[in-house]
């Protein structure tokens, strides 16, 4: 005996409402045993894989992919044998609606059938009268046998009453009182007037209109030049942040331009040997993360948060580094960065960025930041204007490094220079500290040099 | 975000905000404005509550007006009755509204008597704060709701927000008003409920029913989480041609006879909605305002959709399941009300 098996989309966390499916492991058709993972689901900040809590075969999947659901959803049908279905009667026995599906939905077609009897076949109430319909009907003088009722049983209801008075109905029936088959014959029609909406073409003034709620790659209303997309929780998330950010930090901005020749030369030379022997990059960024975590040491303030009656400064350095997708931008965090060195740093860098292009990042992952750099030159920016990661105090960017010429004691010389642009809370920083963390960075990155340490 | 907010006033500024945090705002800023407001409660201060509710506020205001207690309700509630009398204004938490059941006796006993016993020389500025509710896996001792073992004492005033605008607005009505309120708040709520927050000093007035949403053929009356599925299951019962119209209680001592009686005029067809049992709740006394005020006016027998009268809220999830009220439950009444 085999049974088919609903399975849910199960409470994750005490705070979780709703989740994404990000993409389907199993397919219908194929086998699934407890625990192995059915899909991969997003939520807000993590991602998760969800176990199958029986053993069985996937019949049916019920969520599509990108589709987000309310906790408690049933998202796939699954096929059991019935022995093992009882052995888990969590999932069977939880949903009262599923029992009757096992019996071939003969509890859903009843219940309609109940619904229509009642519309035209049933009159068992069609002489009970409510308080509201009597009132109404010696109001305005209505012969309650002329009404047309809606109700259950037939019953007439204080709308039925209400329509039938709007109808104009009442002085047509008390007037020709001779002739009640006109009478009877009109209140036959009105039965239908009151509950179907008045339709000339389109979409009709009360109904709202619709929006597909998911997109299909490309697709477009003939005539019109607009593509829908649909907003991931991601994109949600990223949203509300920076429109947070915008409205509630009062932003400053400022840039200075480094001489990362010498850093360009020491790179150079490390490079190779370095990916030989660690396996990971060495990237500018890492060198740039120490500069400014050797800034922060220096200028703490620049490490904090706004408070409205107090500013906190976090002990703790931990950076946000920002990690661009082709569709989104995360905020993994390296912790306690000024405990590491530049090799750890890169390790670290790799390892994130890995995390988040696969979608393997953690809650612990992207939580504790306390400080933003992002490494804009990476896709070729020279200069950009950042928005502060908030509740952060300021941002920091690392832009394209590019050969310029320079005039160096009134000479001229090519050397290889990058901006560093900078966006601040206003609020807890002015000008003159951030211009000496500038400055401090651009030393930092300036006096990087042949004997420069990586571990 | 689905959820219903209130709409912003021209020019007034609004954040978006969850339920536990429109709470804890209300706290922070009536202790701002006035020095006499202290919270007390178990693990309120150190910790900042075991739901974060009143996280932050020992770090501002210290160890004397964010007081941790011991494990003693009655001790909480006594010690804030006596400081309100004295002239302080404490908000005492109860962990969970079950356990709120020791303090009973000062609350009733005292706390909802002391003006009258004292003919007016005294008064008690009181609000108890206590999360009620189920839905959290959280079995007996934490998913009660208590509301009708103190709803008829004359003397005390309760309130249940929804709406992270009413928890705050009215969490400060209760801290300025002179005489002791409840104020249970729904701890699945917490987290499920967003809506806009003016940033203004505003109150939500103790008393006052609010209309959530307007419709033609049936009047559902609720207070608290059920509103939530109300509302969900009045979207849907509109794509069927369904208009509902949804009354929020907010304060359920006193009830808001008036707006009872209007919204049950409306359509003549009421069904009243709480997670609380259905013997002894605050329906029966709803249905009672509306049987003796407006008889003639009914269309249907007034309905009610309620927790089912058994001890207590199972732990194991198709129990809880069965007990909880949801969209689909909400959903069937409503349908059922409107058909009749």
């Keep these: 005996m085999k049974t088919v098996v609903e399975v849910i989309m199960p409470q994750l966390a005490e705070s979780l409402v709703s989740a994404t499916i990000e993409k389907w492991l199993k397919q219908p058709g194929d086998p699934v045993d407890v625990y192995e993972p059915l899909a991969e689901i997003i939520t807000d900040k993590v991602n998760a894989e969800l176990p199958s809590t029986l053993k069985g075969t996937l019949v049916k999947i019920l969520v599509g992919a990108g589709e987000t659901i309310p906790v408690g959803t049933p998202i796939c049908l699954v096929e059991t044998e019935d022995d093992i279905a009882e052995g888990i009667p969590s999932s069977s ?21 109940g619904f229509t009897a009642s519309g035209d076949g049933d009159t068992s109430m069609r002489h009970r009268y409510s308080p509201a319909v009597q009132q109404i009907a010696a109001e305005h003088g209505v012969n309650l046998t002329l009404v047309p009722g809606t109700g259950l049983g037939g019953r007439i209801t204080r709308k039925d009453v209400l329509a039938y008075v709007a109808s104009g109905a009442v002085k047509q029936a008390a007037a020709p009182k001779a002739e009640p088959s ?10 239908m007037d009151p509950r179907v909406p008045v339709r000339s073409s389109g979409i009709h003034f009360s109904e709202t209109p619709r929006i597909p709620h998911i997109e299909v790659e490309g697709q477009s209303i003939p005539g019109s030049g607009e593509t829908f997309v649909d907003i991931t929780p991601i994109r949600n998330t990223i949203a509300q942040k920076m429109r947070q950010s915008v409205t509630e930090i009062p932003h400053g901005w400022m840039m200075i331009e480094v001489d990362v020749t010498n850093l360009v030369v020491l790179r150079n030379k490390l490079k190779d040997e370095f990916r030989a022997r660690e396996g990971v990059n060495l990237t500018y960024l890492a060198f740039f993360i120490k500069a400014v975590v050797n800034a922060i040491k220096d200028y703490p303030i620049i490490n904090s948060v706004w408070a409205v009656d107090k500013i906190i400064v976090k002990r703790d350095i931990n950076i946000s580094l920002s990690v ?21 740093i890169a390790r670290e860098i790799d390892v994130l960025a890995r995390k988040t292009r696969d979608g393997k990042l953690k809650l612990d992952d992207v939580q504790g930041g306390t400080f933003t750099v992002n490494n804009t030159g990476s896709f070729g920016s020279i200069l950009t204007q950042p928005i502060i990661n908030y509740p952060q105090a300021a941002i920091v960017t690392f832009e394209s490094i590019v050969k310029r010429p320079v005039v160096i004691n009134d000479m001229l010389a090519v050397r290889s220079m990058a901006n560093v642009c900078l966006s601040l809370d206003h609020r807890i920083l002015d000008g003159v500290i951030c211009g000496r963390f500038l400055q401090r960075v651009k030393d930092t990155l300036e006096g990087f040099d042949q004997e420069m340490k990586l571990y | 975000m689905s959820m219903q907010t209130i709409r912003a006033k021209e020019g007034v500024k609004m954040a978006v905000m969850e339920y536990i945090d429109a709470i804890r705002l209300a706290m922070k800023e009536e202790m701002e404005r006035d020095e006499d407001v202290f919270v007390l409660g178990e693990d309120v201060g150190l910790k900042g509550g075991v739901f974060t509710t009143t996280k932050g506020l020992q ?18 509630a006594g010690v804030a009755i006596g400081a309100a009398m004295y002239g302080m204004k404490p908000i005492a938490e109860m962990q969970y509204s079950d356990f709120m059941f020791p303090a009973t006796n000062q609350i009733i006993s005292e706390a909802a008597k002391i003006r009258y016993r004292s003919n007016n020389d005294w008064n008690c500025p009181l609000v108890v704060r206590a999360p009620i509710g189920g839905g959290v896996f959280g079995g007996l001792y934490h998913s009660q709701c208590p509301e009708s073992v103190f709803f008829g004492t004359p003397g005390l005033k309760i309130v249940a927000p929804y709406t992270p605008y009413d928890a705050k607005g009215l969490l400060k009505a209760a801290v300025r008003d002179p005489d002791p309120v409840l104020y249970f708040e729904n701890k699945k709520c917490y987290k499920l409920v967003v809506g806009e927050v003016p940033d203004t000093d505003y109150t939500v007035p103790i008393g006052k029913a609010n209309v959530l949403r307007e419709g033609d053929d049936i009047t559902v009356i609720s207070y608290s989480l059920p509103l939530h599925y109300a509302m969900e299951a009045a979207e849907e019962l509109a794509q069927e041609g369904i208009s509902a119209h949804i009354l929020d209680l907010r304060t359920l001592q006193p009830l808001d006879k008036e707006a009872i009686l209007e919204a049950a005029r409306r359509t003549g067809k009421v069904l009243i909605i709480h997670e609380d049992n259905k013997f002894g709740g605050i329906g029966g006394e709803v249905s009672a305002i509306i049987a003796e005020e407006m008889l003639y006016e009914l269309d249907a027998p007034i309905m009610r959709l309620c927790g089912p009268d058994v001890p207590a809220m199972p732990i194991n999830p198709p129990g809880e399941k069965f007990f909880m009220l949801n969209k689909e439950k909400v959903k069937e009444s409503m349908r059922h009300l409107a058909l009749y």
Excluded: M, Y
């Excluded at chain 1, 006109?182 to 039965?191: H, S, Y």
């Excluded at chain 1, 997708?325 to 530049?342: F, G, L």
């Excluded at chain 2, 160890?63 to 001790?75: F, N």
């Design chain 1, 324 to 344: 661009g997708t082709e569709d989104s931008v995360i905020t993994p965090v390296i912790k306690n960065a000024d405990q590491k060195n530049i090799a750890g």
């Design chain 1, 93 to 113: 026995g939880s949903n009262p609606q599923e029992a009757g599906k096992g019996s071939g939905n003969a509890a859903l077609s009843a219940e309609a059938a």
């Design chain 1, 182 to 191: 006109v009478a009877a014959a009109k209140p036959e029609q009105l039965n």
């Design chain 2, 59 to 76: 770090e501002q205001f210290g160890e004397l007006r964010a007081l941790d207690a011991p494990l003693a309700e009655s001790a909480i």
